[in-house]
């Protein structure tokens, strides 16, 4: 079977319809296909028209057009969408893939479009790429793809032992809680072989790390060099213990430990984890510890993994309701009591892998958060829209944002 080159159709004026057409394209890429979407694809002095109507009438065996309120009033996807007819009339193999986001009325060329059965559509745009990667006969690629299966197995093996280390209080600094959060960063590579990194030469470089080494939930009161690598910590300010700390390991592996981050939620009445508080502290830390990494090198594919220790009958919940109505999130009037507890002491999130230093933390992490909150009983994380945007409006007033 020949690869499909794909010409991707969208807006660039709607923010959920980019975000959802580089969110596809990137996904198309990994799975080998080829993708034309501008203007990535558009090289920089050439003329635009040029290009995309080469692409359209010659080069791409394929189009996906991302149909909405504000696409089909675009002047450029009308103008795509016409060329596909004038494409499609003189080659019939040309495929025409339309995906409906929301309602559509008529518009240039939907007698067309509408010949063609619809891609379905789907909220997560997990599922929509594996959707669409059907749809093209693409192969099927789990998070692990391409991946040894012993060298993963190392990994894993590596993540399950230092959890049943944290649990059993075997920790670099002692905690403060039983109860955690734990975040691991693993670059592949470093299971491949002995390797140390220098990290006193990173570290005499670049004074600036250790700012970007702090724990989840507080600044780092502490830093020393210990047998594994080199810790920051956040004191509690009364004894030996720590809320948090972050291992940065001779291999370049990262472990991130957090009990003061459920500290206020489990000192609830119904204890539960803050997963407005867990999202929004992973998502503004996960850059600092991968910049850290990528001061080392080979440190991609990485795999990313959060973990929960400590947690049994926990419920996931937020830790301002008064300022986050979930009935304007998830279409009904959720109350704490309501929901279902965690079922277990160690919560492991699927984790996901990673290529390269990600575009769009908010759209890579968000099948970890969605999985977070299921394990508490809602049907996903309520801080992303349906159409998986980190979502605008959390708060009554509509002048401010979550994060």
């Excluded at 470093?190 to 724990?215: E, H, W």
């Amino acid at each position: 079977m020949s690869i499909p080159k794909v010409f991707i159709s969208h807006t660039t004026h709607d923010r959920r319809d980019h975000t959802l057409a580089r969110y596809l394209a990137e996904g198309l890429a990994e799975r080998d296909a080829e993708v034309w979407i501008a203007p990535d694809s558009i090289p920089i002095g050439a003329e635009w028209e040029t290009k995309i109507v080469s692409a359209i009438m010659d080069e791409c065996s394929h189009i996906f057009v991302i149909l909405s309120a504000a696409s089909v009033i675009s002047e450029w996807v009308l103008k795509e969408i016409g060329l596909a007819q004038e494409r499609k009339d003189r080659d019939d193999a040309f495929g025409i893939l339309p995906l409906r986001v929301g309602e559509v009325g008529d518009f240039f060329g939907s007698l067309f479009i509408s010949k063609y059965q619809d891609v379905p559509y789907h909220d997560s745009y997990a599922a929509q790429l594996e959707e669409i990667s059907r749809v093209l006969g693409l192969p099927d690629i789990d998070r692990a793809q391409d991946m040894d299966s012993e060298l993963l197995e190392r990994v894993h093996s590596f993540r399950n032992e230092r959890i049943m280390k944290i649990k059993a209080k075997e920790t670099p600094a002692p905690l403060i809680k039983d109860y955690c959060v734990v975040l691991h960063l693993l670059p592949i590579n470093s299971f491949t072989g002995n390797i140390k990194y220098d990290l006193d030469q990173m570290i005499s470089d670049d004074v600036t790390v250790f700012g970007r080494l702090a724990p989840l939930y507080d600044e780092v009161t502490n830093k020393r060099h210990n047998f594994d690598g080199f810790i920051t910590e956040s004191w509690n300010g009364r004894g030996p213990e720590v809320f948090g700390y972050v291992q940065l390991y001779n291999n370049g592996c990262i472990e991130v430990v957090d009990s003061g981050i459920l500290e206020r939620g489990a000192s609830n009445k119904i204890p539960f984890v803050a997963g407005d508080i867990i999202e929004k502290k992973i998502l503004h830390a996960l850059p600092r510890y991968i910049q850290v990494q990528t001061g080392l090198k080979d440190q991609f594919p990485l795999l990313i993994a959060v973990t929960f220790v400590n947690v049994k009958n926990f419920n996931v919940w937020i830790e301002n309701p008064i300022h986050h109505k979930l009935e304007n999130r998830l279409g009904r009037n959720y109350q704490l009591k309501d929901l279902s507890k965690i079922d277990r002491d160690v919560l492991k999130i699927p984790e996901i892998i990673v290529n390269d230093t990600p575009n769009n933390f908010d759209l890579i992490l968000r099948p970890i958060f969605d999985s977070i909150w299921r394990a508490g009983g809602l049907p996903r994380s309520p801080f992303y829209d349906q159409d998986g945007n980190i979502n605008p409006n959390p708060n009554p007033n509509p002048n401010q944002t979550y994060y």
